[in-house]
Protein backbone atom coordinates (compact mmCIF):
# COMPACT_ATOMS: atom_id res chain seq x y z
CA UNK A 1 0.00 0.00 0.00
CA UNK A 2 0.89 3.63 -0.62
CA UNK A 3 1.85 5.00 2.42
CA UNK A 4 3.40 8.64 3.55
CA UNK A 5 6.53 8.94 1.44
CA UNK A 6 5.13 8.03 -1.63
CA UNK A 7 2.89 11.19 -1.12
CA UNK A 8 5.85 13.11 -0.04
CA UNK A 9 7.79 12.29 -2.56
CA UNK A 10 5.17 13.99 -5.08
CA UNK A 11 5.11 16.88 -2.59
CA UNK A 12 8.91 17.24 -2.61
CA UNK A 13 8.83 16.85 -6.59
CA UNK A 14 6.39 20.47 -6.26
CA UNK A 15 7.98 22.22 -3.61
CA UNK A 16 11.27 22.01 -5.53
CA UNK A 17 9.68 23.21 -8.48
CA UNK A 18 8.62 26.41 -6.06
CA UNK A 19 11.30 26.73 -4.51
CA UNK A 20 9.62 26.23 -1.20
CA UNK A 21 12.44 26.59 2.02
CA UNK A 22 13.53 23.02 3.59
CA UNK A 23 11.41 24.63 6.98
CA UNK A 24 8.07 25.97 5.36
CA UNK A 25 8.22 22.15 4.08
CA UNK A 26 8.95 20.06 7.07
CA UNK A 27 6.20 22.14 8.71
CA UNK A 28 3.74 21.57 5.87
CA UNK A 29 4.37 17.80 5.25
CA UNK A 30 4.42 17.12 9.75
CA UNK A 31 1.14 16.10 10.54
CA UNK A 32 -0.99 18.04 13.20
CA UNK A 33 -2.03 14.95 15.34
CA UNK A 34 -1.81 10.85 15.17
CA UNK A 35 -4.10 8.82 16.81
CA UNK A 36 -4.22 5.28 17.61
CA UNK A 37 -6.95 3.73 20.02
CA UNK A 38 -8.06 0.04 20.86
CA UNK A 39 -11.64 -0.90 19.23
CA UNK A 40 -12.91 -4.15 21.42
CA UNK A 41 -16.19 -5.26 21.08
CA UNK A 42 -18.20 -8.20 21.90
CA UNK A 43 -18.80 -10.06 19.03
CA UNK A 44 -22.18 -11.98 18.46
CA UNK A 45 -20.86 -15.53 19.78
CA UNK A 46 -19.92 -13.89 22.95
CA UNK A 47 -16.23 -13.84 22.52
CA UNK A 48 -13.77 -10.76 22.55
CA UNK A 49 -12.83 -9.24 19.25
CA UNK A 50 -10.05 -6.66 19.22
CA UNK A 51 -9.36 -4.25 16.64
CA UNK A 52 -7.31 -1.40 16.01
CA UNK A 53 -8.32 2.09 14.99
CA UNK A 54 -6.45 5.33 13.58
CA UNK A 55 -7.40 8.63 12.54
CA UNK A 56 -5.05 11.08 11.61
CA UNK A 57 -5.29 14.62 11.54
CA UNK A 58 -2.63 15.83 8.93
CA UNK A 59 -3.70 19.84 8.55
CA UNK A 60 -5.95 22.53 9.48
CA UNK A 61 -4.55 25.56 8.49
CA UNK A 62 -7.71 25.88 5.91
CA UNK A 63 -10.50 24.75 8.10
CA UNK A 64 -11.84 21.79 9.63
CA UNK A 65 -10.10 18.51 8.60
CA UNK A 66 -12.03 16.49 6.25
CA UNK A 67 -11.29 12.59 5.06
CA UNK A 68 -12.42 9.49 5.20
CA UNK A 69 -12.94 6.12 7.19
CA UNK A 70 -12.06 2.97 5.86
CA UNK A 71 -12.32 -0.33 7.13
CA UNK A 72 -10.22 -2.85 5.53
CA UNK A 73 -7.22 -5.12 6.64
CA UNK A 74 -4.88 -2.70 5.19
CA UNK A 75 -5.40 -0.01 7.23
CA UNK A 76 -2.48 1.18 8.93
CA UNK A 77 -0.59 4.18 11.04
CA UNK A 78 1.22 4.94 7.73
CA UNK A 79 -1.48 4.40 4.99
CA UNK A 80 -3.33 6.67 7.28
CA UNK A 81 -0.67 9.32 7.14
CA UNK A 82 -0.25 9.27 3.56
CA UNK A 83 -4.10 9.22 2.71
CA UNK A 84 -4.34 12.01 5.31
CA UNK A 85 -1.88 14.42 3.57
CA UNK A 86 -3.62 13.49 0.35
CA UNK A 87 -6.70 15.04 1.52
CA UNK A 88 -5.09 18.21 3.10
CA UNK A 89 -3.75 18.87 -0.84
CA UNK A 90 -7.23 17.35 -1.98
CA UNK A 91 -9.59 19.87 -0.44
CA UNK A 92 -7.23 22.54 -0.99
CA UNK A 93 -6.92 21.92 -4.81
CA UNK A 94 -10.92 22.27 -5.38
CA UNK A 95 -10.53 25.04 -3.07
CA UNK A 96 -12.87 23.76 0.19
CA UNK A 97 -12.28 25.75 3.47
CA UNK A 98 -11.09 22.44 4.69
CA UNK A 99 -7.78 20.97 5.91
CA UNK A 100 -6.68 16.92 6.08
CA UNK A 101 -7.74 13.64 7.80
CA UNK A 102 -8.26 10.32 6.94
CA UNK A 103 -8.28 6.85 9.63
CA UNK A 104 -9.93 3.76 9.74
CA UNK A 105 -10.69 0.22 11.64
CA UNK A 106 -8.10 -2.17 10.64
CA UNK A 107 -10.49 -5.15 9.88
CA UNK A 108 -11.76 -7.32 7.39
CA UNK A 109 -16.13 -6.23 7.85
CA UNK A 110 -17.16 -8.95 5.41
CA UNK A 111 -16.15 -11.10 8.48
CA UNK A 112 -18.92 -9.51 10.48
CA UNK A 113 -22.40 -9.30 11.03
CA UNK A 114 -24.09 -6.10 10.40
CA UNK A 115 -24.94 -5.94 14.47
CA UNK A 116 -20.94 -6.46 14.70
CA UNK A 117 -20.08 -3.53 12.49
CA UNK A 118 -22.72 -1.09 14.17
CA UNK A 119 -20.89 -2.04 17.69
CA UNK A 120 -17.20 -1.64 16.36
CA UNK A 121 -18.57 1.65 14.74
CA UNK A 122 -19.91 2.78 17.98
CA UNK A 123 -17.30 2.19 20.25
CA UNK A 124 -14.60 4.22 17.43
CA UNK A 125 -16.55 7.01 18.01
CA UNK A 126 -16.29 6.54 21.80
CA UNK A 127 -12.67 6.35 21.51
CA UNK A 128 -11.85 9.52 19.06
CA UNK A 129 -15.16 11.33 19.75
CA UNK A 130 -13.41 14.29 21.55
CA UNK A 131 -11.12 15.08 18.42
CA UNK A 132 -13.83 15.11 16.05
CA UNK A 133 -16.52 17.57 15.78
CA UNK A 134 -18.42 19.45 13.24
CA UNK A 135 -15.50 22.61 13.37
CA UNK A 136 -13.04 20.09 14.37
CA UNK A 137 -12.66 16.94 11.38
CA UNK A 138 -15.51 15.59 9.50
CA UNK A 139 -15.34 12.06 8.90
CA UNK A 140 -16.59 10.58 5.59
CA UNK A 141 -17.43 7.04 3.92
CA UNK A 142 -14.40 5.45 2.16
CA UNK A 143 -13.37 1.91 1.31
CA UNK A 144 -15.82 -0.58 3.03
CA UNK A 145 -17.95 1.81 4.88
CA UNK A 146 -21.04 3.82 3.78
CA UNK A 147 -24.68 5.93 4.98
CA UNK A 148 -24.87 3.31 7.64
CA UNK A 149 -22.35 3.62 9.00
CA UNK A 150 -22.15 7.32 8.79
CA UNK A 151 -25.68 7.45 10.33
CA UNK A 152 -24.24 5.48 13.56
CA UNK A 153 -20.92 7.62 14.08
CA UNK A 154 -23.80 10.80 13.88
CA UNK A 155 -25.75 8.87 16.18
CA UNK A 156 -23.50 8.05 18.86
CA UNK A 157 -21.59 11.66 18.79
CA UNK A 158 -24.96 13.38 19.02
CA UNK A 159 -25.45 10.99 22.06
CA UNK A 160 -22.14 12.44 23.89
CA UNK A 161 -22.26 16.39 21.99
CA UNK A 162 -26.15 16.74 21.29
CA UNK A 163 -27.75 16.91 17.75
CA UNK A 164 -24.66 16.97 15.45
CA UNK A 165 -25.25 15.98 12.20
CA UNK A 166 -22.14 17.94 10.39
CA UNK A 167 -20.10 15.48 12.51
CA UNK A 168 -19.95 13.27 9.58
CA UNK A 169 -20.69 13.94 5.70
CA UNK A 170 -22.35 10.70 3.64
CA UNK A 171 -25.08 9.98 5.89
CA UNK A 172 -28.33 8.65 4.75
CA UNK A 173 -30.57 11.28 2.29
CA UNK A 174 -32.97 10.39 5.52
CA UNK A 175 -30.96 11.72 8.11
CA UNK A 176 -29.27 14.86 7.09
CA UNK A 177 -27.25 13.56 3.94
CA UNK A 178 -27.27 15.38 0.80
CA UNK A 179 -28.51 14.84 -2.31
CA UNK A 180 -26.11 13.73 -4.82
CA UNK A 181 -23.30 12.38 -2.62
CA UNK A 182 -23.53 8.90 -3.07
CA UNK A 183 -22.51 9.81 -6.93
CA UNK A 184 -20.59 13.04 -6.18
CA UNK A 185 -17.00 11.01 -6.77
CA UNK A 186 -18.29 9.48 -9.70
CA UNK A 187 -19.53 12.60 -10.78
CA UNK A 188 -16.59 14.15 -10.61
CA UNK A 189 -14.21 11.71 -12.10
CA UNK A 190 -16.28 11.94 -15.13
CA UNK A 191 -16.34 16.14 -15.22
CA UNK A 192 -12.82 15.52 -14.41
CA UNK A 193 -12.12 13.90 -17.71
CA UNK A 194 -14.32 15.96 -19.61
CA UNK A 195 -12.10 18.74 -18.70
CA UNK A 196 -9.21 17.48 -19.68
CA UNK A 197 -10.44 15.88 -23.27
CA UNK A 198 -12.63 19.49 -24.13
CA UNK A 199 -8.75 21.29 -23.54
CA UNK A 200 -6.62 18.78 -24.71
CA UNK A 201 -8.66 18.28 -27.67
CA UNK A 202 -9.14 15.13 -27.70
CA UNK A 203 -13.05 14.62 -28.10
CA UNK A 204 -15.39 13.11 -26.19
CA UNK A 205 -16.45 10.28 -24.01
CA UNK A 206 -18.76 8.72 -26.64
CA UNK A 207 -16.88 5.99 -28.24
CA UNK A 208 -13.85 5.74 -26.53
CA UNK A 209 -12.82 2.78 -24.53
CA UNK A 210 -12.45 2.29 -20.85
CA UNK A 211 -11.47 -0.42 -18.17
CA UNK A 212 -12.20 0.39 -14.78
CA UNK A 213 -11.08 -1.11 -11.52
CA UNK A 214 -13.14 -1.04 -8.67
CA UNK A 215 -16.95 -1.28 -9.14
CA UNK A 216 -17.95 -0.28 -5.30
CA UNK A 217 -19.15 3.90 -4.83
CA UNK A 218 -16.61 4.89 -6.84
CA UNK A 219 -16.01 2.82 -9.78
CA UNK A 220 -19.50 1.60 -10.02
CA UNK A 221 -21.00 5.28 -9.94
CA UNK A 222 -18.07 6.41 -12.49
CA UNK A 223 -19.01 3.56 -15.15
CA UNK A 224 -22.60 4.32 -15.06
CA UNK A 225 -21.95 8.02 -16.25
CA UNK A 226 -19.77 7.13 -18.61
CA UNK A 227 -21.63 4.49 -20.33
CA UNK A 228 -24.03 6.82 -20.18
CA UNK A 229 -22.28 9.29 -21.97
CA UNK A 230 -21.64 6.79 -24.91
CA UNK A 231 -18.84 5.13 -23.66
CA UNK A 232 -17.62 1.68 -24.29
CA UNK A 233 -16.88 0.24 -20.49
CA UNK A 234 -14.68 -2.92 -21.84
CA UNK A 235 -13.51 -4.34 -18.96
CA UNK A 236 -14.54 -3.73 -15.00
CA UNK A 237 -12.66 -5.60 -12.33
CA UNK A 238 -13.39 -5.75 -8.45
CA UNK A 239 -11.24 -7.72 -5.30
CA UNK A 240 -12.80 -11.45 -6.45
CA UNK A 241 -11.81 -10.53 -10.26
CA UNK A 242 -12.53 -9.14 -13.64
CA UNK A 243 -14.50 -9.27 -16.57
CA UNK A 244 -14.00 -8.13 -19.89
CA UNK A 245 -16.26 -7.75 -23.13
CA UNK A 246 -15.12 -5.83 -26.12
CA UNK A 247 -18.14 -4.87 -27.24
CA UNK A 248 -18.62 -2.76 -24.21
CA UNK A 249 -20.45 -4.33 -20.98
CA UNK A 250 -24.16 -2.96 -20.50
CA UNK A 251 -23.24 -0.84 -16.96
CA UNK A 252 -26.99 -0.78 -15.82
CA UNK A 253 -27.30 -4.59 -15.62
CA UNK A 254 -23.80 -5.13 -14.38
CA UNK A 255 -25.17 -3.04 -11.31
CA UNK A 256 -28.44 -5.82 -10.86
CA UNK A 257 -25.67 -8.54 -11.32
CA UNK A 258 -23.52 -7.29 -8.79
CA UNK A 259 -26.62 -6.20 -6.51
CA UNK A 260 -27.37 -10.01 -6.51
CA UNK A 261 -24.06 -12.16 -6.44
CA UNK A 262 -21.84 -9.48 -5.01
CA UNK A 263 -19.12 -9.28 -7.64
CA UNK A 264 -18.54 -8.79 -11.33
CA UNK A 265 -17.78 -11.80 -12.17
CA UNK A 266 -19.95 -14.04 -13.38
CA UNK A 267 -21.63 -11.31 -15.47
CA UNK A 268 -23.61 -12.76 -18.87
CA UNK A 269 -21.73 -12.25 -21.79
CA UNK A 270 -18.32 -11.49 -20.29
CA UNK A 271 -15.04 -12.91 -20.12
CA UNK A 272 -13.25 -13.46 -17.54
CA UNK A 273 -9.79 -11.88 -16.84
CA UNK A 274 -7.58 -11.02 -14.11
CA UNK A 275 -7.37 -7.28 -12.28
CA UNK A 276 -3.53 -7.57 -13.98
CA UNK A 277 -4.83 -7.86 -17.23
CA UNK A 278 -7.54 -5.62 -17.09
CA UNK A 279 -4.83 -2.93 -15.82
CA UNK A 280 -3.21 -3.28 -19.30
CA UNK A 281 -6.41 -3.86 -21.47
CA UNK A 282 -6.24 -2.18 -24.73
CA UNK A 283 -8.13 0.79 -23.98
CA UNK A 284 -8.21 4.88 -24.47
CA UNK A 285 -8.24 5.75 -20.71
CA UNK A 286 -7.89 3.65 -17.60
CA UNK A 287 -9.87 4.15 -14.32
CA UNK A 288 -8.12 2.77 -11.38
CA UNK A 289 -11.27 3.36 -8.59
CA UNK A 290 -10.33 0.01 -5.96
CA UNK A 291 -7.36 0.42 -3.59
CA UNK A 292 -4.02 2.22 -3.73
CA UNK A 293 -0.29 1.17 -5.36
CA UNK A 294 -2.05 -1.00 -8.20
CA UNK A 295 0.23 0.88 -10.80
CA UNK A 296 3.59 0.03 -9.90
CA UNK A 297 7.07 -0.26 -11.53
CA UNK A 298 6.30 -3.65 -12.98
CA UNK A 299 3.02 -2.96 -14.94
CA UNK A 300 3.84 1.05 -15.97
CA UNK A 301 6.10 0.00 -19.27
CA UNK A 302 2.65 -2.21 -20.03
CA UNK A 303 -0.33 -0.02 -19.92
CA UNK A 304 -1.62 1.15 -23.08
CA UNK A 305 -4.43 3.10 -22.10
CA UNK A 306 -3.57 7.12 -23.39
CA UNK A 307 -5.29 8.57 -20.49
CA UNK A 308 -4.86 7.45 -16.46
CA UNK A 309 -7.92 9.01 -14.59
CA UNK A 310 -7.07 8.27 -10.91
CA UNK A 311 -10.16 7.53 -9.28
CA UNK A 312 -9.11 5.71 -6.24
CA UNK A 313 -6.37 7.66 -3.62
CA UNK A 314 -2.71 6.76 -4.80
CA UNK A 315 -3.49 4.40 -6.95
CA UNK A 316 0.34 4.97 -8.65
CA UNK A 317 3.48 4.57 -7.41
CA UNK A 318 6.10 7.37 -7.55
CA UNK A 319 8.25 5.02 -10.40
CA UNK A 320 5.51 4.11 -12.09
CA UNK A 321 4.46 7.59 -12.25
CA UNK A 322 7.74 8.57 -13.58
CA UNK A 323 7.10 5.42 -16.16
CA UNK A 324 3.96 7.18 -17.23
CA UNK A 325 5.22 10.64 -17.30
CA UNK A 326 8.51 9.28 -19.62
CA UNK A 327 5.68 7.54 -22.26
CA UNK A 328 3.73 10.41 -22.78
CA UNK A 329 0.86 8.88 -20.97
CA UNK A 330 -1.27 11.73 -19.22
CA UNK A 331 -2.05 10.72 -15.32
CA UNK A 332 -4.96 13.21 -14.10
CA UNK A 333 -4.48 12.77 -10.61
CA UNK A 334 -6.16 11.64 -7.39
CA UNK A 335 -6.09 14.98 -5.51
CA UNK A 336 -8.45 16.21 -8.42
CA UNK A 337 -10.08 13.45 -9.86
CA UNK A 338 -11.63 12.33 -6.72
CA UNK A 339 -12.72 15.75 -5.58
CA UNK A 340 -15.83 15.40 -6.09
CA UNK A 341 -16.72 13.58 -3.05
CA UNK A 342 -15.40 15.42 -0.52
CA UNK A 343 -16.92 18.79 -2.53
CA UNK A 344 -19.86 17.47 -2.20
CA UNK A 345 -19.82 16.04 1.31
CA UNK A 346 -18.72 20.14 2.06
CA UNK A 347 -22.24 20.80 0.60
CA UNK A 348 -23.87 18.47 2.87
CA UNK A 349 -22.00 20.07 5.91
CA UNK A 350 -22.68 23.33 4.34
CA UNK A 351 -26.62 22.70 4.64
CA UNK A 352 -26.40 21.02 8.20
CA UNK A 353 -25.05 23.93 9.56
CA UNK A 354 -27.46 26.16 7.81
CA UNK A 355 -30.02 23.57 8.85
CA UNK A 356 -31.47 24.29 5.08
CA UNK A 357 -31.91 21.64 1.88
CA UNK A 358 -30.20 22.38 -1.61
CA UNK A 359 -31.90 21.10 -4.24
CA UNK A 360 -29.94 18.26 -6.37
CA UNK A 361 -29.51 21.14 -9.91
CA UNK A 362 -27.56 23.45 -7.59
CA UNK A 363 -25.45 20.75 -6.38
CA UNK A 364 -24.75 19.32 -9.74
CA UNK A 365 -24.24 23.02 -10.79
CA UNK A 366 -21.61 23.61 -7.91
CA UNK A 367 -20.00 20.09 -8.28
CA UNK A 368 -19.36 21.18 -12.00
CA UNK A 369 -18.28 24.50 -11.21
CA UNK A 370 -15.45 23.53 -8.71
CA UNK A 371 -14.02 20.70 -11.20
CA UNK A 372 -14.57 23.25 -14.06
CA UNK A 373 -12.60 26.20 -11.93
CA UNK A 374 -9.96 23.79 -10.54
CA UNK A 375 -9.31 22.41 -13.94
CA UNK A 376 -8.74 25.63 -15.51
CA UNK A 377 -6.52 26.58 -12.55
CA UNK A 378 -4.18 23.12 -13.20
CA UNK A 379 -4.34 23.55 -16.81
CA UNK A 380 -2.72 26.75 -16.31
CA UNK A 381 0.09 25.89 -13.83
CA UNK A 382 0.94 22.70 -16.30
CA UNK A 383 1.17 25.19 -19.08
CA UNK A 384 3.25 27.73 -17.38
CA UNK A 385 5.27 25.76 -15.21
CA UNK A 386 5.90 22.90 -17.97
CA UNK A 387 4.83 20.23 -14.97
CA UNK A 388 2.85 17.22 -15.22
CA UNK A 389 -0.61 17.51 -14.05
CA UNK A 390 0.13 16.06 -10.81
CA UNK A 391 3.19 18.15 -10.02
CA UNK A 392 0.47 20.96 -11.03
CA UNK A 393 -2.08 19.80 -8.20
CA UNK A 394 0.55 19.66 -5.86
CA UNK A 395 1.88 23.39 -6.89
CA UNK A 396 -1.49 24.75 -6.23
CA UNK A 397 -1.97 22.64 -3.21
CA UNK A 398 0.86 23.72 -1.30
CA UNK A 399 0.56 27.62 -2.28
CA UNK A 400 -2.92 27.64 -0.79
CA UNK A 401 -2.35 25.70 2.05
CA UNK A 402 1.53 27.16 2.95
CA UNK A 403 -0.27 31.03 2.40
CA UNK A 404 -2.91 30.33 5.02
CA UNK A 405 -0.37 29.01 7.51
CA UNK A 406 2.07 31.84 6.68
CA UNK A 407 -0.80 34.52 7.06
CA UNK A 408 -2.50 32.57 10.16
CA UNK A 409 1.28 32.81 11.87
CA UNK A 410 3.12 29.93 13.08
P1 LIG B 1 -15.91 0.69 -2.03
O1 LIG B 1 -15.64 -0.11 -0.83
O2 LIG B 1 -17.31 1.16 -2.28
O3 LIG B 1 -15.45 -0.13 -3.34
C1 LIG B 1 -14.16 -0.63 -3.48
C2 LIG B 1 -14.13 -1.50 -4.72
O4 LIG B 1 -12.79 -1.96 -4.93
C3 LIG B 1 -14.98 -2.75 -4.64
O5 LIG B 1 -15.57 -3.03 -5.89
C4 LIG B 1 -13.96 -3.83 -4.28
O6 LIG B 1 -14.37 -5.13 -4.65
C5 LIG B 1 -12.78 -3.37 -5.09
N1 LIG B 1 -11.52 -3.93 -4.63
C6 LIG B 1 -11.09 -4.10 -3.35
N2 LIG B 1 -9.92 -4.73 -3.33
C7 LIG B 1 -9.57 -4.94 -4.61
C8 LIG B 1 -8.46 -5.56 -5.24
N3 LIG B 1 -7.46 -6.08 -4.52
N4 LIG B 1 -8.44 -5.63 -6.60
C9 LIG B 1 -9.46 -5.12 -7.33
N5 LIG B 1 -10.53 -4.52 -6.79
C10 LIG B 1 -10.58 -4.45 -5.45
O7 LIG B 1 -14.90 1.93 -1.99
P2 LIG B 1 -15.02 3.33 -2.72
O8 LIG B 1 -15.64 4.30 -1.80
O9 LIG B 1 -15.59 3.12 -4.08
O10 LIG B 1 -13.49 3.75 -2.83
C11 LIG B 1 -12.66 3.32 -3.92
C12 LIG B 1 -11.43 4.21 -4.00
O11 LIG B 1 -11.83 5.57 -4.21
C13 LIG B 1 -10.56 4.25 -2.74
O12 LIG B 1 -9.22 4.42 -3.14
C14 LIG B 1 -11.05 5.48 -2.02
O13 LIG B 1 -10.08 6.00 -1.14
C15 LIG B 1 -11.31 6.39 -3.18
N6 LIG B 1 -12.23 7.50 -2.93
C16 LIG B 1 -13.50 7.28 -2.50
C17 LIG B 1 -14.36 8.35 -2.33
C18 LIG B 1 -15.80 8.16 -1.95
O14 LIG B 1 -16.54 9.15 -1.97
N7 LIG B 1 -16.27 6.98 -1.63
C19 LIG B 1 -13.92 9.66 -2.56
C20 LIG B 1 -12.60 9.85 -2.99
C21 LIG B 1 -11.77 8.75 -3.18
Redesign the pocket.
Known amino acids: MPGFEEVNYYFRKAARVMDLSARVEKMLVTPFREVKVDVSITLDNGELGTFIGYRVQHDKSRGPMKG ?1 LRYHPTVDMDEALGLASLMTWKTAVVNLPYGGAKGGIAVDPSTLSAREVERLTRRFVQQIHDIIGPHTDIPA ?4 TNAQVMAWIMDEYSKLHGFSPAVVTGKPVDLFGSRGREE ?2 GRGVVAALEEYLKDAGAGEIRGKTFAV ?7 SWAARFLHERGARVVAV ?3 RGAIRNPEGLDIPRLGEHVQKTKSVVGFPGSDAIT ?1 EELLVSNVDVLVP ?4 GVITEANAKEIRARVVLE ?3 APTTPRADEILGERGVAVLPDIFV ?1 AG ?2 TVSYFEWVQNIQQFRWEEEQIGAELQRHMREAYATLARVVRERKVSFRTAAFIVAIGRVGRATVLRGV
Open positions: GPDVNATQGFGNVGGDANAALGAANNGV
